[in-house]
């Protein structure tokens, strides 16, 4: 039902774009919406879900591309700079979403908007600007071509300089597989994950600018402050590390204990390669800079300038984790400034470097085992730790160039098809979507995490592996952290902390908060501050799994169950040659069995009726 209100927390608004015809309208939601699904990833979930048929091709004018803001978006919360992006996703054909942070999100709430949501199909390139409740759409002739830094300066030179931008690089024109959604310019901040740049490529809509004044409404600001003074002392004091080395910052620790997937995830050591791509690498060497997203207190985003040598020119973002680790451990390469150019083109090119870097260490492993060779490569060696051709394969893949360009483009799954023979059984994807730089035989409940997630694999929708080694949530009855290698407790675990990441991805707070000590009852406190709602913790995990459930729901009628909850079998049966974790493997059905009778889904992995009815989805 929609009214026109403005509800604490909320805009009250949502703007719909049909780029078809070129009609921009403005919807008001309901309180009874926001309550139910929040905001962010849960209100892209029920759009989504009750708008777009699940046969809808996602490369199609009626695909609906999504953005959305949460309550605590345009607030003073730290962390809360954030938004999501959902569609379903050309790599995977299921649920498709990003989580990025930035500025943007908070920029789109202060311009009088909970939400975008983009229909139809451009005939010609064009951009949006969205200001203080207005939105008109531009052309983006001169635009398309442009890598994502050239888009960002110069729509910021024809709207205002102050805008935050959005916007798609070649590789999103080009309807690459693996492209992003990229923000802020130099920053680069992604919404890496499941293709959704090739979505909004296909709309021929170039970029989105935003910016506004309008501050959401809070329903009581004193106690919101007073909370606010209360957290970030420890926020600040416990995050020193990412603060001071960014998220590679780890990777020494990680690679130590068998975290850090190495050759395609077959090597159990390589500590030296480690060590020179790890974040103090990069503070000793490159540093240039910190960077914050919007209301953040951590400062883990990192800038790196190289002036000299063959990489010369990079003046930007630097490699997160997930990026030394695939575009770096994954193929065997330690050339810091290597990777760090590579990830400088991904970002310019709209690409996820996750991605990216898995299908690049998936090629190397066909080359080495002569299931492709030069002819197919054009000449290209794609041995490992060959620096020179990871970084001339990023650039062949986000501009479809050759054969195994544009075969890689497709992702793993499709290019282990296109291969054909063994290729399938070291195409490590779940779901079709390339794996991040954690590996389950480290910690047992990634398994089971990355099986289920519902975008395919992904540490961060249960994000459940800290509590496996540093990160206690007695909220949840987790008093201590959980041994990593027990497969006992692990389905209870990562559900409960996928129903907990959901209200952190729905409310937009950022997940590397609970390092500062963030947790369940803090939600609670800030989302009564902010909306004036009587809401305690059991309530609100209700939610969370209300919202886990209903992008389910939509994955089962894309066809999804019990077959695609599974893992490749690098990972369920082989150990690795050395090092901590070397004698473990996940019983991922063990786990699953646990995990679909606490979900209360069948054995197939179908959400039952009576699982519909206790998180108020029964109408579904």
Known sequence: MWVNIMPNGYTGRLLRVDLSTGCIEVNSIGDEVYETYLGGSGLAAWIISTELPVQTPPLSRDNLLVFTTGPYTGTVIPTSGRHSVAAKSPLTGIWGESDVGGTWGYALKRAGFDGIVITGASTRPVYLWIHNRTAEIRDAG??????????????????????????????????????????????????????????????????????????????SRNALMGAIRQLVPDMVKHTEDLRGFGTSGS????????????????????????????????????????????????????????TAGRYAGVDGAAAEHETVGTLGALCLIDDLEAITFANDMCNRLGMDTISVGGAIAFAMEAFEKGLIDRNETNGVDLSWGNAEAMVEMVRRIGTRTGVLGSLLSEGVRKAAEGIGGRAREFAMHVKGLELPAHDPRAFGSLAL?????????????????PLEGWISMPELGYDICADP????????????????????????????????????????????????????????????????????????????????????????????????????????????????????????????????????????
């Not at 959005?166 to 499941?194: F, Q, T, W, Y």
């Not at 204990?257 to 395609?264: C, F, H, S, V």
């Not at 209700?542 to 894309?558: A, E, P, S, V």
Request: with cysteine.
């Open 251 to 306: 990777v020494e620790v990680l690679e130590e204990i068998g975290d850090l997937p190495i050759k395609n995830w077959l090597q159990g050591r390589w500590q030296r390669g480690a060590e020179r791509i790890s974040g103090t690498a990069m503070k000793e060497s490159i540093y240039s800079g910190d960077y914050f997203c919007k209301t953040c207190v951590i400062g883990c985003g990192k800038e790196v300038k190289i």
């Open 485 to 620: 290698h027990m497969d006992e407790g692990k389905g209870t675990l990562v559900a409960k902390m996928q129903n907990l990441m959901a209200l952190f991805d729905s409310l937009k707070i950022c997940k590397f908060s609970i390092y500062g000590g963030i947790r369940a009852h803090h939600l609670v406190e800030l989302l009564s501050c902010v909306t004036g709602w009587d809401v305690d913790l059991s309530g609100l995990m209700k939610t969370g799994d209300r919202i886990f459930t209903l992008k389910r729901l939509f994955n089962c009628r894309c066809g999804i169950g019990r077959k695609d909850d599974t893992l490749p079998p690098r990972l369920l049966t082989s150990t690795k040659d050395e090092g901590i974790s070397s004698e473990y493997l996940p019983h991922l059905g063990k786990m699953l069995n646990e995990y679909y009778r606490y979900r209360g889904w069948d054995e197939e992995g179908i959400p039952t009726k009576r699982k519909l009815r206790e998180v108020e989805l029964h109408e579904l």
């Open 449 to 465: 995490g990355y099986a289920t997630s519902n975008r395919g694999a992904c540490h961060l929708q249960a994000y459940s592996h």
């Open 142 to 219: 001169l635009l398309w071509g442009r890598d994502t830094y050239e888009v960002d300066v110069l729509v910021r030179e024809q709207t205002d300089e102050e805008a935050s931008v959005s916007c798609i690089g070649p590789s999103g024109e080009s309807l690459v597989k693996l492209s992003a959604i990229m923000h802020d310019g130099r920053n680069a901040r992604a919404a890496g994950r499941c293709g959704l740049g090739a979505v909004m490529g296909y709309k021929k809509l170039k970029a989105i600018a935003v910016k506004g004044d309008e501050e959401p409404p809070i329903s």
